[in-house]
Structure formats: C-alpha cells, structure tokens
C-alpha cells in the first residue's frame, strides 16, 4: 500500500492547481487623473458608468458605457465585455462603483479600477465630461 503522505501530497497539489484565478484579482482605488491617462489614450478600454441611466444622460465621462449595477441585468450586461482586459468603474461618488467591482471580481475579471470619489471627484478635477 501507497504512503498515506504521497496521496495527501498529491490531492494538496491538485487543489492549488485548479484554484480559482479570478478571486485572487484586486480591486484598485485609481485616481480620476490616472483614469484619465489611461483610458484617453486609446479606444481600446472598457470604462463603465455604473450609475442610472438618468444620471448618466446628465453626464458621464467620455467613452463610458452605462451599465447600472442595480439593475436586475447588470452580470448579464457585464458577462459581454473581456474578462481579460482592464475594466474601469464608477458611479457618482463611490458606493455602487464599488458594489459593481466586488460583482466583476465574483465574474472572474481580472483587473478592476474603482474610480476614487466617482463623477463626482472627476468633475471637481476639471477632467472633461459629455452630456
């Protein structure tokens, strides 16, 4: 008969091996000016405004597209976009952003940017919004 201790070994490898990648992905607080360096500079980016869709016709930042983490569809919505690519979040100034963040993070997303202080801190900078 096999050492208990190679079988225990082996089953304790196998677990690590298959253990789910996406939970070990950060949520990072990333400042409007960062955001800004980031995203204006390619057409490449997936910038989610998490706010309601009112509130996003008074405003929202260039390039965003509006998918409202309260809505009943918001993992349906968000299982369209790549899981691999960064995804930038945010609301008016925070709460649901980060709400949204912890739901990608759950999807497997693997690199989230929680806009630091929402709309709401990226208007008080003087960075550029669209109506």
Known sequence: MKNPIYIILFLFFILIGCKDKSQNAEIRKISPQEVYNAVYNTDDIQLIDVRTVDEYKDGHLGKA???CVTDSDFREKAALLDKNKPVYVYCKSGGRSAKAAIILKEMGFTEIYDIDGGY????????ETEN
């Open 120 to 127: 709401t801190n990226w208007k008080s900078q003087g960075l």
């Open 65 to 67: 597209q509006n998918v």
